[in-house]
C-alpha cells in the first residue's frame, strides 16, 4: 500500500519516528508521500526523506492556510526548489481552504494558480487541498481542462454531486482516509458509487486517525484500517483494495517508481 498524504516530518513525530516508519513497514505500507506545508517544513521534510530513500518522498507546496502576507516570495523560494534536479514527486499540499479565515481569499487563489501553473510546466501532479472553498476550486480549475493535469483532491468527505464534478477531471483521484471510518460520516454511502479506480488511500498523518483511534496521533501504520473499510464497502478482499490503490498511485506519481 502506498500513504499518498502524510506529514510524518511534523513535531509529533519526533520522538519516535523510527519505529513509526517501522509500524508502516510492518502493516504492508511500500511508500509513503509527504506533502509540504511552508518554508519552514521544507528542510526538515528534506531531511528526513533524504534518511529514508525509496520509503519516504517529498513534495512541495505552500498550503492555504499558510498563505500571508509574505506569499509571493515564499513562492520564488520554492520555485527556486523547484529550478533545481528537484527530489519532489508533485506540487502539493496547495489548495483553497476559507474555513478559518477568508482574510488572504485572494492571495490563496492567485496562489494556487501560481502552483497549478508549476504542475504544468514540471509534469507533476497536484495534491489538492479544499475546504469551504469548492465552488471557487472549480472555477480555478476550470481555466486549466485544456491542460493535461493530474492529481488528488486530498481528504475527500463530500457529496456524491461534489465527487462528480471532482471527478470530471480525468486525471485526478479522490484521496480517502480515516474520515471514512467515523461513525457519522456520509462518505461510506458516496464511495460506494466510485469506482475504485479513481481512489488512493491516505492517513492524513498526523490527523484524522481511524476509528478506534480517532482522537488520538494518526500514523502511516493505520493506513491498513482505512485500506480494511473499503474492502467491506465495496465487498472484495483488503488484498484487493491494496493492490488496486497503490497501482493507482503509482500511475499518477510516476517520480516515485
Known sequence: MIDTHSHLYVEEFSEDIDAVLERARSAGVSKVFLPNINKDSLVPMLDLC???????????????????SDYTEVLDYMEA???????????????????????FSREQQ??????????????????VHVREAHKELLHIMDSFLHESLTGVFHCFSGTMEEARQLLAYEGFMLGINGVATFKK????????????????????????????????????????????????????????????????????FKRAN
Not at 529550478?83 to 482574510?103: I, M, S
Not at 492567485?110 to 504542475?119: L, M, N, P, S
Open 50 to 68: 533524504a534518511a529514508h530513500r525509496g520509503f519516504l518522498y517529498p513534495m512541495i507546496g505552500l498550503h492555504p492556510t499558510d498563505v500571508a
Open 81 to 103: 526548489q523547484l529550478q533545481e534536479n528537484h527530489p519532489f514527486v508533485a506540487v502539493g499540499e496547495v489548495g483553497l481552504d476559507f474555513y478559518w479565515d477568508k482574510t
Open 110 to 127: 492567485d496562489a494556487f494558480v501560481r502552483q497549478i501553473e508549476w504542475a504544468v510546466m514540471y509534469e507533476l501532479p497536484l495534491m
Open 185 to 252: 460520516s456520509g462518505l461510506p454511502n458516496v464511495l460506494q458509487q466510485i469506482p475504485l479506480e479513481r481512489i488512493v488511500l491516505e492517513t492524513d498523518s498526523p490527523y484524522l486517525a481511524p476509528v478506534p483511534y480517532r482522537g488520538k496521533r494518526n500514523e502511516s501504520a493505520y493506513l491498513a484500517l482505512v485500506a480494511s473499510k473499503l474492502a467491506e464497502l465495496y465487498q472484495i478482499p483488503v488484498e484487493t483494495v491494496a493492490a488496486r490503490t497503490t497501482k493507482n498511485a503509482s500511475d499518477l
